[in-house]
């Protein structure tokens, strides 16, 4: 793949990032703000990303556009 897509706590908490394969151009993708956010998967696709995170200390399943954008709620 030409991006990679990973959880880090650069800004201060859990979050999802990207960057291309050779690490250059990251940025933050999730702005979840504290709640535990686990690492995104890619759909089959490459057009979106899932991840879990615990917003209301339940862990639920979110789905973000790779492009960047809102995060929507699956579950």
Same mark, same amino acid.
């Given at each position: %793949?030409?991006?990679?897509?990973?959880?880090? +706590?650069?800004?201060? #908490?859990?979050?999802?990032?990207? #960057?291309?394969?050779? %690490?250059?151009?990251?940025?933050?993708? &999730?702005?979840? /703000? =504290?709640?535990? &956010?686990?690492? =995104?998967?890619?759909? $089959?696709? =490459?057009?979106?990303?899932?991840?879990?995170?615990?917003? /209301?200390? /339940? %862990?639920?399943?979110?789905?973000? $556009?790779? #492009? %960047?954008? #809102?995060?929507? +709620?699956? +579950?």
């Amino acid at each position: %793949g030409k991006h990679v897509v990973w959880r880090s +706590t650069a800004s201060g #908490a859990n979050e999802v990032w990207l #960057a291309r394969a050779d %690490g250059r151009e990251g940025r933050q993708l &999730t702005f979840m /703000n =504290g709640p535990v &956010t686990g690492s =995104g998967h890619w759909s $089959p696709d =490459g057009a979106n990303i899932v991840f879990e995170s615990h917003p /209301n200390g /339940n %862990g639920d399943l979110f789905v973000i $556009p790779a #492009a %960047g954008g #809102a995060a929507r +709620t699956l +579950t």
